[in-house]
């Protein structure tokens, strides 16, 4: 059991050019997150899921955009890369009952240059 | 707005016990949880909280007072890989988890 699966570990990315972040969970889980991790900044969320083919977004979702295009996977987008969105990004899951806990992948560590 | 806050970092002695507090200013409530997160690695659950009083897990117990917006985390009979970052969350009204930005524990010998 996988858990919740994260591609690629690292990556690093020139100003403007764009790239994909998938997230992968074998947990059945409704729920579905992208969340970037900055020092001495708390988890802020990207944008999130609900549901196969839903997406919504959240604190801070400018310059990203996500696809739920099959219920295990979620995708994170950059179009076009900028050095603010240097960070660790986590992919995260959870069942659709709100008292669970979110289940992480290990994240992305991503540098834009 | 909301607002969580923790202490940026603690230090503690190895077998010795730590008290980690939470204050919390958020548009609803629904729970807390708290997460341990090991230096690179992904947050992991802990506790989760969602009426007033103690949650005793081992040497993990976690305290809730929604009256005062408060809660902690205690860490017992400390062990050097306890040394991690520890993320408070509450979940709002909406069920969004609002994340503090972690304390940074250092176990010593």
């Known amino acids: 059991n996988a858990g919740v699966t994260q591609t690629p570990k690292f990556r690093v990315l020139k100003t403007g050019q764009s790239m994909t972040l998938l997230c992968a969970q074998d947990?059945?889980?409704?729920?579905m997150y992208w969340y970037r991790q900055d020092p001495g900044m708390g988890l802020r969320l990207i944008h999130y899921?609900?549901?196969?083919?839903?997406?919504a977004k959240g604190e801070v979702p400018d310059g990203y955009n996500v696809s739920r295009l099959k219920k295990q996977n979620f995708l994170l987008g950059l179009e076009s890369a900028a050095p603010s969105q240097t960070s660790v990004y986590f992919c995260?899951?959870?069942?659709?009952?709100?008292?669970?806990?979110?289940?992480f992948g290990d994240g992305t560590r991503l540098s834009i240059l | 707005g909301q607002n969580i806050d923790q202490p940026t970092e603690m230090t503690a002695t190895e077998g010795a016990i730590v008290q980690i507090n939470c204050t919390y200013q958020?548009?609803?409530?629904?729970?807390l949880f708290w997460y341990q997160q090991h230096a690179g690695e992904a947050p992991t659950f802990l506790s989760y909280?969602?009426l007033d009083g103690l949650e005793e897990k081992g040497r993990f117990s976690s305290f809730l007072s929604r009256s005062k917006g408060y809660s902690y985390l205690l860490l017992k009979e400390l062990q050097m890989k306890d040394s991690a970052s520890y993320l408070c969350?509450?979940?709002?009204?909406?069920?969004?988890?609002?994340w503090g930005a972690g304390t940074k524990l250092i176990i010593k010998p």
């Open positions: 958020t548009s609803g409530f629904n729970g």
């Open positions: 969350a509450v979940s709002d009204s909406n069920y969004q988890l609002i």
């Open positions: 995260a899951s959870r069942t659709d009952r709100e008292s669970q806990p979110q289940h």
């Open positions: 909280n969602v």
């Open positions: 947990m059945n889980h409704e729920y």
């Open positions: 899921s609900v549901g196969e083919g839903t997406t």
